[in-house]
């Protein structure tokens, strides 16, 4: 897979990340500027025997020029400190000094208009002429504490740690605050980049690095906006394959027009660019303090793939273990009951009065902790441990309970509670043994979703393609008659129909028919025939049809669709359509107007493999309706995903057709049928420039 | 309101957390044992100059008897350390030699089965005999700093220092990972409790005693279940008029076992505890890192009453800023632009690049900090500041610049990223200032949102009352004419109807009705109409009518209501019942399978304002729907909040009456009216057990 790797693009972040000697441009005595602050941040590289050279042209104690600093040492990259203005000339230098990578960090570029808009053109210019790698601007710099590279000038990075998580933040701002809750959760960085602007390095160009780098256990990704999809959803894709991703995407709420003005950028769709970075082997996470627990966790232990994993929660107080089960409930992980055997086992461990089906309540925590963990953990249906305990060293020592619950192979998520500097050490041993911890139940219940949510995606092979033929082709527009009839060329079940030219038709159509039919306007100009009186439902005689058919004239019906009545069930709406940012991609969601003012929709890229749509269904809040409510009809999964994977197909194979829509795709108990579908074309949208 | 607390109450819990004296009955001088453990955690007391007694009849060093350890000093409290079978007459000789109070921590009662359930019935008779107040069986205990008593097992409560934070816990173990969390935040405490079994001082108690209780500035409030539902109301509503009361509780997903195990109470409907909690004055969190988030934030400061508060974000980074602006928009939060002046004074101290709408991005923070805030919180619009800076003590001095953006009389919520032992005395210096503290971007939402909804309970004065004149004496069967009739006299609107008898009638009702009209059976044995064919819309034809009686009658109708079709709107459902733990309630939902489905439901407990009720569609999650989705009807809120206080009050007002619902109640065009509606009397419910 390395091989996929375009070889200028690792080698240039290896000048970034892993540089043999640094020039710090504008490097300065006055401990207020930048310069100075990015120096004295740098210090550590020089201490450890590398070419560090500081580069002032006012200054004689430092280089006058990048060149001249380049003489006495290898200078790979640029940290360059200068204001806005003097930045495309100081990285044309540096290119010019054979440095292979530079970061900027002011601010002062696109994301404040006016002379920076230029400023920006011109360090894009730099870099598509020269070839040099540029991190920023706009950006508090990056860590990389394994090569004793700390380019930042915010105080405190100087408490981060070597170790295995990555962050690659498009903030710098993210990137620190993150770096220093994963230093307070006890976990050392390989890793923590701050985007900022993004004129040449976007997170795709690092999460690629990632992909090769032996240090990293796991990468927490922070995402504003998204200006490449597919490169970004590769590069996850890729990523994923060899180590955990976790993402937290911005913007679930309108925070547009502060978004822009702080890359210059909009935020791209929420929804999208979680389905797409989840489709992608991502685990998606609420919030940064989640993103904490779970890249954490994911960077010290991972489940075996399945893909429905059973959790095993051990509690050794009982109302912290109702926390973490409720929570855990919240989050759909399934607590499954244990076996006979693991209760027997259990029995003999604990005492008689508490709770050991799942969750296991140890009561107060003794030296049998060990063997508890152990037993859960060898139990068939468990693939996680979740625990809790308050910190007692007196009770129990809770390290050595979790070696010896881990032998078994099972992760461990365990919830370390209390204060003190004890406890911290406790915390730090247990992540050391492989261990995922957190302080409380909630840290402990996000971290096992992380694991779950892993563990799933891992089964999910390469994606599989979409075998069903489609036509190709497809232009111009399309009636509903016409959008049915390629659905039947689908596979896609619909109800006996006849196009109409004619009244007399019409009631030909009804006598062949028999019972209840619908009747519509069938006119591929006209998107929303009910709203303008072009549908008419529950027609059961001639004398009704004329009604019928009164009414669509008057609504100037040049032709009938006559169908038959389909059977009452639950309404979905399912569709494909082309994403600015993404591609193309398919939707499903309930139908009815509280679904939409829900949004409950599920999203994911196009084409894709009917198994992997299968899971669409699971992530609606209506699912309840899709299950059996009242008595109704139950979806069967692979039905449903056979329809949206061929929609999505549909789209992916015609490059002229914009969106196709089943609207309502009706779940009967005999399964499902579409009552409506729209197609809209290229030439089609075009015609009608506000449907 | 003091003189309200019934006095024993109040004397009863100032033996337990203010004694003057304690005896550890059964302690011990083997460490391992909880005697041991529980007179070495209460040494601190002795150390001050209390009299602390060891009792244990078996050891001739410690006091032979409880009866003679009180000859020797005041013996207000006895702690219990025997096994579970021993302490009813413990407890009785305790109560004997005078302590006013006892706890006992053990396990081995009601929560155990078997011969528990006779020792906890045991204790409870004790108690009731003797009058002596019990905290427990089956919990850890609790902290009372400030009185140095630390009645606890579990080791590291040592290092929780005197505070102004509250905890009262329905768990020994959530109790202690709380105070545990809070002073890791930085926070003292006041009291800790954790009510185990509760077999005499439940939640209810501790409440009414922090009423009084000068040192306490916030209550952090953990429920599992509500043994009494509105004894615990009263206690909220009566402490939440003095402080701060934020609770948590437990139980959104279905945890019955595993909770009925905890503590042998089944837990109490989540949805109905949240609502009788946030009415009563409550600020309601959902995990116990809000709780904490909330609580010291209420602890240190408060936003004046505000029905409609607005916040100010400033952020001295702007990518942690748009973290936190998505969280408080995801909370509902409003961030008003900023006025022209605020904006004009912001633009002389601020760089031109940042924004300075709201957000306010300072950039780099500087000295100007300080004025920012000031300038920001004196903005009319501005009820509290949400801020976020990474600790940058080069940059700027951060409690001085929160301190003299407080001076201004806003709250202000700052979180503070960065890690190591400055930030954590920095952030402490912030508390110190009444400032409210977070470590990340979600700390400073939820900390925030709870000020609002604090801000806004405040507005509510001491509930009113509803003026709607009800009928009462309501007794036995009602149709739906007889219900509609019933609305008719509560002001709801209903539409044009004739009740029936005969077809013939059933004729003349449509033609003195006009236009499009339903039919349906009538007869108050039969709930669900639609489900037997008992329902017939939109006839306007005599020959369609008789059509639908011919159904009706094979539904064996022997009446029938004739009611003029209701334009088409949003439907909706209001309904009054009995919740068996809080008594009369209301509930408010959408219609339609989705939201019922999704249990998108707000609820009350009736009876209630107007005014009160007002607020509840805000509640729901498809409120969209409401506000005049796709040109539809916009809900006037006090319209339908007429409609559901009358129903609650006439719940209260009839105590024969079970169920009150008006299913649907359509909002159109021309407001709201009632299409179906069913009264379930005790009598009625007696004769349909299975409805």
């Given at each position: 897979?390395?091989?996929?790797?375009?070889?200028?693009v690792?080698?240039?972040?290896?000048?970034?990340?892993?540089?043999?000697?640094i020039?710090?441009?504008?490097?300065?005595?006055?401990?207020?500027?930048?310069?100075?602050?990015?120096?004295?941040?740098?210090?550590?590289?020089?201490?450890?025997?590398?070419?560090?050279?500081?580069?002032?042209?006012?200054d004689?104690?430092m280089?006058g020029?990048?060149?001249?600093?380049a003489?006495?040492?290898?200078?790979?990259?640029?940290?360059?400190?200068?204001?806005?203005?003097?930045?495309?000339?100081?990285?044309?230098?540096?290119?010019?000094?054979?440095?292979?990578?530079a970061?900027?960090?002011?601010?002062?570029?696109?994301?404040?208009?006016?002379?920076?808009?230029?400023?920006?053109?011109?360090?894009?210019?730099?870099?598509?002429?020269?070839g040099?790698?540029?991190?920023?601007?706009?950006?508090?710099?990056?860590?990389?504490p394994?090569?004793?590279?700390?380019?930042?000038?915010?105080?405190?990075?100087?408490?981060?740690?070597?170790?295995?998580?990555?962050?690659?933040?498009?903030?710098?701002?993210?990137?620190?605050?993150?770096?220093?809750?994963?230093?307070?959760?006890?976990?050392?960085?390989?890793?923590?980049?701050?985007?900022?602007?993004?004129?040449?390095?976007?997170?795709?160009?690092?999460?690629?690095h990632?992909?090769?780098?032996?240090?990293?256990?796991?990468?927490?990704?922070?995402?504003?906006?998204?200006?490449?999809?597919?490169?970004?959803?590769?590069?996850?894709?890729?990523?994923?394959a060899?180590?955990?991703?976790?993402?937290?995407?911005?913007?679930?709420?309108?925070?547009?027009?502060?978004?822009?003005?702080?890359?210059?950028?909009?935020?791209?769709?929420?929804?999208?660019?979680r389905?797409?970075?989840?489709?992608?082997?991502?685990?998606?996470v609420?919030?940064?303090?989640?993103?904490?627990?779970?890249?954490?966790?994911?960077?010290?232990?991972?489940?075996?793939?399945?893909?429905?994993p059973?959790?095993?929660?051990?509690?050794?107080?009982?109302?912290?273990?109702?926390?973490?089960l409720?929570?855990?409930?919240?989050?759909?992980?399934?607590?499954?009951?244990?076996?006979?055997?693991?209760?027997?086992?259990?029995?003999?461990?604990?005492?008689?009065?508490?709770?050991?089906?799942?969750?296991?309540d140890?009561?107060?925590?003794?030296p049998?902790?060990?063997?508890?963990?152990?037993?859960?953990?060898?139990?068939?249906?468990?693939?996680?441990?979740?625990?809790?305990?308050?910190h007692?060293?007196?009770?129990v020592?809770?390290?050595?309970?979790a070696?010896?619950?881990?032998?078994?192979?099972?992760?461990?998520?365990?919830?370390l509670?209390?204060t003190?500097?004890?406890?911290?050490?406790?915390?730090?041993?247990?992540?050391?043994?492989?261990?995922?911890?957190?302080?409380?139940?909630?840290?402990?219940?996000?971290a096992?979703?992380?694991?779950l949510?892993?563990?799933?995606?891992r089964?999910?092979?390469?994606?599989?393609?979409?075998?069903?033929?489609?036509?190709?082709?497809?232009?111009?527009?399309?009636?509903?008659?016409?959008?049915?009839?390629?659905l039947?060329?689908?596979?896609?079940?619909?109800?006996?129909?006849?196009?109409?030219?004619?009244?007399?038709?019409?009631?030909?159509?009804?006598?062949?028919?028999?019972?209840?039919?619908?009747?519509?306007?069938?006119?591929?100009?006209?998107?929303?025939?009910?709203?303008?009186?072009?549908?008419?439902?529950?027609?059961?005689?001639?004398?009704?049809?004329?009604?019928?058919?009164?009414?669509?004239?008057?609504?100037?019906?040049?032709r009938y669709?006559?169908?038959?009545?389909?059977?009452?069930?639950?309404?979905?709406?399912?569709?494909?359509?082309?994403?600015?940012?993404?591609?193309p991609?398919?939707?499903?969601?309930?139908?009815?107007?509280?679904?939409?003012?829900?949004?409950?929709?599920?999203?994911?890229?196009?084409?894709?493999?009917?198994?992997?749509?299968?899971?669409?269904?699971?992530?609606?809040?209506?699912?309840?309706?899709?299950?059996?409510?009242r008595?109704?009809?139950?979806l069967?999964?692979?039905?449903?995903?056979?329809?949206?994977?061929?929609?999505g197909?549909?789209?992916t194979?015609?490059?002229?057709?914009?969106?196709?829509?089943?609207?309502?795709?009706?779940?009967?108990?005999?399964?499902?049928?579409?009552?409506?579908?729209?197609?809209?074309?290229?030439?089609?949208?075009?015609?009608?420039?506000?449907?």
């Amino acid at each position: 897979m390395t091989s996929t790797l375009p070889t200028a693009v690792s080698s240039g972040l290896r000048s970034l990340f892993a540089p043999r000697g640094i020039a710090v441009v504008g490097a300065s005595r006055n401990p207020g500027k930048l310069g100075a602050a990015m120096a004295r941040s740098l210090s550590g590289f020089a201490d450890g025997g590398n070419y560090l050279a500081l580069v002032n042209g006012r200054d004689d104690t430092m280089y006058g020029s990048v060149a001249e600093a380049a003489k006495y040492g290898p200078v790979d990259l640029a940290v360059i400190c200068v204001p806005a203005a003097a930045c495309p000339d100081v990285l044309a230098e540096a290119a010019a000094a054979g440095a292979g990578a530079a970061v900027i960090c002011g601010g002062g570029f696109a994301e404040a208009g006016g002379p920076g808009v230029e400023y920006q053109r011109r360090l894009a210019e730099v870099v598509r002429a020269t070839g040099i790698r540029l991190l920023g601007p706009n950006t508090s710099g990056f860590l990389a504490p394994h090569a004793g590279v700390i380019a930042s000038f915010v105080p405190g990075v100087a408490q981060v740690r070597p170790g295995k998580v990555a962050v690659v933040a498009a903030s710098g701002g993210v990137n620190h605050a993150l770096a220093f809750a994963l230093t307070e959760a006890g976990h050392g960085l390989s890793l923590a980049v701050g985007l900022g602007n993004g004129v040449d390095i976007t997170a795709p160009d690092v999460l690629d690095h990632l992909a090769d780098d032996s240090e990293t256990g796991a990468v927490a990704l922070h995402i504003e906006s998204v200006p490449d999809g597919p490169r970004l959803v590769a590069s996850v894709r890729r990523l994923a394959a060899r180590r955990p991703v976790v993402a937290l995407v911005v913007g679930r709420h309108d925070v547009g027009a502060f978004a822009a003005s702080h890359t210059g950028a909009l935020a791209t769709s929420w929804r999208t660019t979680r389905a797409a970075l989840a489709q992608a082997g991502a685990v998606l996470v609420d919030d940064e303090r989640e993103l904490v627990d779970a890249v954490g966790a994911l960077a010290v232990t991972r489940a075996r793939p399945v893909a429905d994993p059973g959790v095993g929660v051990v509690t050794a107080q009982a109302g912290p273990g109702l926390l973490l089960l409720d929570d855990l409930r919240g989050r759909r992980a399934r607590v499954p009951e244990l076996t006979a055997g693991t209760q027997a086992t259990l029995a003999e461990l604990l005492p008689p009065l508490t709770f050991q089906r799942n969750p296991v309540d140890t009561g107060r925590p003794g030296p049998e902790l060990g063997a508890v963990l152990t037993a859960v953990g060898a139990d068939p249906g468990v693939d996680v441990i979740a625990g809790y305990a308050l910190h007692e060293p007196d009770a129990v020592d809770i390290v050595a309970a979790a070696r010896e619950g881990s032998t078994v192979g099972v992760p461990l998520v365990l919830g370390l509670g209390g204060t003190g500097e004890a406890v911290v050490r406790g915390r730090r041993a247990l992540l050391e043994a492989g261990i995922a911890v957190a302080a409380d139940p909630r840290g402990v219940a996000a971290a096992t979703a992380a694991l779950l949510t892993d563990a799933r995606a891992r089964t999910r092979t390469a994606p599989a393609t979409d075998h069903t033929v489609v036509p190709t082709g497809i232009t111009g527009g399309h009636d509903e008659a016409e959008a049915k009839d390629l659905l039947d060329r689908l596979g896609v079940a619909t109800m006996p129909r006849r196009a109409c030219s004619d009244r007399a038709a019409a009631h030909t159509a009804l006598a062949e028919l028999g019972g209840s039919v619908a009747v519509k306007l069938l006119d591929a100009a006209v998107l929303h025939k009910t709203e303008i009186g072009g549908v008419h439902l529950g027609i059961t005689t001639p004398a009704e049809l004329d009604t019928a058919l009164d009414k669509l004239d008057a609504a100037e019906a040049r032709r009938y669709l006559v169908e038959s009545m389909a059977p009452a069930g639950v309404d979905l709406v399912v569709g494909a359509r082309r994403d600015p940012v993404f591609g193309p991609i398919v939707l499903l969601g309930l139908g009815g107007t509280t679904a939409e003012a829900l949004a409950d929709v599920a999203i994911r890229l196009a084409p894709l493999a009917p198994a992997e749509a299968a899971a669409m269904p699971e992530e609606l809040a209506g699912r309840a309706l899709l299950g059996g409510w009242r008595g109704g009809p139950v979806l069967n999964p692979a039905d449903l995903a056979r329809v949206v994977a061929s929609l999505g197909t549909l789209l992916t194979a015609n490059p002229h057709l914009d969106e196709v829509e089943i609207n309502p795709l009706r779940l009967t108990a005999h399964g499902l049928v579409a009552l409506d579908a729209v197609i809209i074309t290229r030439e089609a949208d075009d015609a009608h420039p506000d449907s």
